[in-house]
Every structure is written in C-alpha cells, then in structure tokens.
C-alpha cells in the first residue's frame, strides 16, 4: 500500500516538473514582450503553487489516515494479546491449584 502512494506521489511531481518545464520553454520561445511573459510566468507560478499545495494537503490528509489505522491496528492487536495473556494467567493458576490439592 505505501509502494502505491510513493508512485501517486512521484507521478504527480514528474507531470507538475514536466509541465512547468513545458510552460517555462513555450514562454522564451513565443514571441511577445518582456511585461506578457513575466505576467505568464507569475500565473503560471501560482498555479503550480496552488497544485503543490493540494498536493501537500491531500499527502498529509493520507498520512494522517495511514496513522490512523496504523493506532487501531495496534490497539485490535494489544486486545488479542490482552485476551491471551489473561487466559494463559488463568490456565496457570487453575494449574497451581490443581497441583496443590
């Protein structure tokens, strides 16, 4: 499962990296003046800006659920061993009991 999130999130880096490398040669070959170009490249910038930041939102939405099932996953687990632990205490001294009489 994490195997599948590492390779969502690289995708989404490799297609933001290669779009503004696309956006950013398009620019300084197109021919227009100067003032345009910059005023694209900011929109540009604060469009990537604005992807980066749902991406890092939505990432830390996702670890947030991973540390979450990761806590019940433990607590389902302590539980169980809860449950063996008492059992095998009784089994003892139902044992010592047998053995004393």
Partial sequence: MGHERESGAATVLAFLGGAA?????????????GRTTREQLRGYARKAEDALREAANE??????????????????????????FEAGRE???????RSES
Avoid: D, F, H
């Avoid at 490398?21 to 021919?31: D, K, R, S, Y």
């Avoid at 433990?74 to 809860?82: D, G, I, P, Q, Y």
């Avoid at 089994?91 to 009991?97: D, F, L, S």
């Fill in 21 to 33: 490398v696309g956006a950013i040669a398009a620019l300084l070959l197109a021919p227009q003046s």
């Fill in 59 to 84: 990432a830390g939405q996702r670890l947030e659920e991973a540390v979450n099932e990761g806590k019940e996953y433990v607590e389902a687990r302590k539980s169980v061993l809860r449950e063996a």
């Fill in 91 to 97: 089994a003892m001294k139902r044992e010592q009991t």
